[in-house]
């Protein structure tokens, strides 16, 4: 079955720690993404990749980074220096940036 | 102002009733538009995916797009209570590389 599989499903991590969020796409997507979303508020964007070897910051990039080595994968590494880490974290990809997107099933980051 | 803006609700109706959900947006630029349905701690599912102007039915979903008014819809009809979930609409333009904008999302509740 294609799809968007997201690993792992619960994670925590101690303060001052860096923690990566897997993400993996089968479906031959070029562009692929990563939002965080807060109780009751929308998603907002934390990166982008268009292509291969090629990233671009979103909206609330600060204290996040990432890499995209291979079209299928997409991880997010979440450094000591985001501020507020606690959220739910969701990985998408889509043929092409404007076209619609395919979510996976998120992450739930817990700092303690 | 937002490019999207969606009432966030929550919305609750009786089992049996007709929602309708909406969006209105800014951009004339915007002629893809999708409708995303979420489970609570789930990623969000496509529903529906419209271009531009017009109706389209799916079983018990219908989306409409009104780009005149730049207003959105999605119709569900005999509203069951697996239909409580959240719904966020989505849109894009086809020109350059533009990302999907989405709305904050409508949490939606059916009362069996």
């Known amino acids: 079955d294609g799809g968007i599989t997201q690993s792992p499903k619960y994670l925590f991590r101690k303060e001052g720690q860096n923690v990566t969020l897997s993400c993996e796409q089968n479906?031959?997507?070029?562009?692929m993404y990563w939002y965080r979303q807060d109780p009751g508020q929308g998603l907002r964007l934390i990166y982008y990749?268009?292509?291969?070897?090629?990233?671009q910051k979103g909206d609330i990039a600060e204290g996040y980074s990432v890499s995209r080595e291979k079209k299928e994968s997409f991880p997010l590494t979440v450094t000591s220096a985001q501020k507020n880490p606690t959220a739910f974290y969701l990985c998408?990809?889509?043929?092409?940036?404007?076209?619609?997107?395919?979510f996976g099933q998120g992450t739930r980051l817990t700092v303690v | 102002q937002k490019e999207v803006e969606q009432d966030p609700g929550p919305l609750s109706v009786p089992e049996g009733a007709i929602v309708s959900l909406n969006c209105t947006y800014s951009?004339?630029?915007?002629?893809?538009f999708m409708w995303y349905r979420q489970y609570s701690r789930k990623g969000p599912e496509l529903l529906m995916y419209?271009?531009?102007?017009g109706n389209k039915e799916d079983g018990r979903f219908t989306a409409q797009v009104d780009k005149s008014s730049k207003y959105i819809s999605l119709f569900i009809r005999d509203s069951q209570p697996s239909d409580s979930a959240t719904y966020l609409c989505?849109?894009?333009?086809?020109?350059?590389?533009?990302?999907?904008?989405f709305g904050t999302g409508t949490r939606l509740t059916i009362i069996p």
């Open positions: 998408a990809s889509s043929d092409t940036m404007n076209t619609e997107a395919f």
């Open positions: 479906l031959n997507h070029d562009a």
């Open positions: 990749s268009q292509i291969v070897n090629d990233f």
């Open positions: 951009n004339s630029a915007f002629q893809y």
């Open positions: 419209t271009y531009s102007s």
């Open positions: 989505a849109m894009s333009s086809p020109f350059g590389n533009e990302k999907l904008t």
